[in-house]
């Protein structure tokens, strides 16, 4: 009677753990929207995306697989998108901050273009923001700040403009950041260029190929105008050039003053000399 009750038991546990095994994957509706507009933002020339289907945004995931390349999933969400080398291009959608739960979005070496959504504020999650490597124009969002989680910000060789937002250095996690490569100006605020603290401190290479900024850590003097060196050059220059010119100038006056004078006394001369 104990073996059969004992058998019975292990029966029960085996159906059940085989039927929550087999329960499908409840989709989340955040991460549905935000799979279907993010690749309706992009143009695949390769096809490198087949399995982005909308039957797959619907239930991306499997547990901790996921029906689509690039992702993966954490307890049924989308916390990983890893879209790296693709030759993607369009842009990149603001609807991905319906992601919510993502803690890594990389999206390097494509040719997107177009500006960095100021959405992407909203995933309060996010760890690694990895857009280098593109055709990404207009400014940095400011509103990055607000991803308190983020340790990576790299947006190395794009053509984005305008000054670094001082508020990323409210970013306390922060240990990589490279901007390099861009056409970014003005001053590296020193919140981000010269940390101070135990806060992870980011070298020239960070900064480097941006023609227009300037600032701690990229070498000294270096600004829009001209040096400071080059100003004193200048000054220099136009001093001793002022300097040759009076000098000459006071030479041909004291000639001509001393060839005047001798023909006066020349003339002078010629008169009291009697006449034979």
Sequence with gaps: ????????????????????????????PNDEACLTQLYASFQDP???????????????C????????????????IYRLSLSSLKLRGTISPSLSK?????TLDLSSNQLSGEIPSELKDLSNLAVLNLSGNRLTGQIPPSLYLCAYLNVIDL?????????????????RLST???????LSGMIPPSIGNRSGNLPR????????????????????????????????????SGLLSLIVSFTIVCI???????????AEEGKISQLMPDY
Aim: aromatic share 10%; charged share 15%.
């Design 46 to 60: 390769n096809q490198s995306l087949k399995n982005w289907t909308q039957s797959n945004f619907a239930n991306p």
């Design 177 to 183: 950041f490279d901007v390099s490569y861009n056409k």
């Design 202 to 237: 980011f070298n020239a290479t960070s900064f480097q190929g941006n023609k227009e900024l300037y600032g701690y850590p990229l070498e000294p003097y270096k600004s829009k105008g001209l040096t400071v060196m080059a100003i004193v050059g200048i000054g220099l220059g």
């Design 62 to 77: 499997n547990g901790f697989d996921s029906h689509l390349q690039g992702a993966t999933c954490n307890n049924g969400r």
């Design 99 to 103: 992601c919510n739960n993502l803690q």
């Design 156 to 172: 190395h060789g794009n053509q984005l403009v305008g000054p670094i937002p001082q508020q990323l250095g409210l970013l306390v």
């Design 253 to 263: 006056w004291l000639k001509i003053s001393e060839q005047k004078m001798a023909a």
């Design 1 to 28: 009677m104990k073996k059969h009750h004992h058998k019975t038991s292990i029966s029960t546990i085996f159906i059940f753990f085989l039927l929550l095994h087999l329960q499908p994957t409840i989709s989340d």
